[in-house]
């Protein structure tokens, strides 16, 4: 009996890790990871930091963008 819950515990395991790496598309990865899903949830802080701190961190880089592509179509 015992080597019946073994193979059935392993194969929840797998089920549940293909389970994982098959996400139907890299939206729901960056959604956490703006949400800050990934930071300690216990301390409001971190959590709020981590957010402030992506959603900057985006802005700057789409700032950046748009100066380069500014920049260049007006002939630097």
């Given at each position: 009996?015992?080597?019946?819950?073994d193979?059935?515990?392993?194969?929840?395991?797998?089920?549940?890790?293909?389970?994982?790496?098959?996400?139907?598309?890299?939206?729901?990865?960056?959604?956490?990871?703006?949400?800050?899903?990934?930071?300690?949830?216990?301390?409001?802080?971190?959590?709020?930091?981590?957010?402030?701190?992506r959603?900057?961190?985006?802005?700057?880089?789409?700032?950046?963008?748009?100066?380069?592509?500014?920049?260049?179509a007006?002939?630097?």
């Amino acid at each position: 009996m015992g080597r019946d819950d073994d193979r059935k515990a392993e194969s929840q395991r797998i089920i549940g890790r293909v389970g994982t790496e098959s996400e139907p598309t890299m939206a729901g990865r960056v959604k956490d990871h703006m949400t800050g899903r990934d930071a300690e949830e216990k301390d409001w802080a971190e959590l709020w930091g981590t957010r402030i701190g992506r959603w900057f961190g985006l802005a700057l880089l789409l700032y950046l963008v748009w100066w380069l592509i500014d920049f260049t179509a007006s002939g630097g």
